[in-house]
């Protein structure tokens, strides 16, 4: 079973947001994403026209989510691999 947790990576060490589900020792994969940039404005054709800039984060939130579970993915066809 994979599992996905968000840390913050500070000092050499990784602070997770939760407990993972697991007691014993278990191999993980480290990703450390982009820095995040809060959207503040659009320029050019779009500079006047309602923009609903929580659907954008969300839209961006789901698109990272879905980045991380194409990475878990692959790191479990590897595993299978290997045995």
Known sequence: MNCAI???YR????ELTET???EEPVTVL???LNKRRRITKLGGMFKDPAVDYEQ?????RELQ?????????E???NE????
């Open 6 to 8: 968000e840390g913050v």
């Open 11 to 14: 000092n050499g060490t990784i």
């Open 20 to 22: 993972p589900p697991f």
């Open 30 to 32: 480290v990703v450390f």
């Open 56 to 60: 954008i984060e969300q839209d961006l």
């Open 65 to 73: 989510s879905g980045s991380t579970a194409h990475l878990l993915d």
């Open 75 to 77: 790191f479990d066809q």
């Open 80 to 83: 299978q691999i290997r045995h």
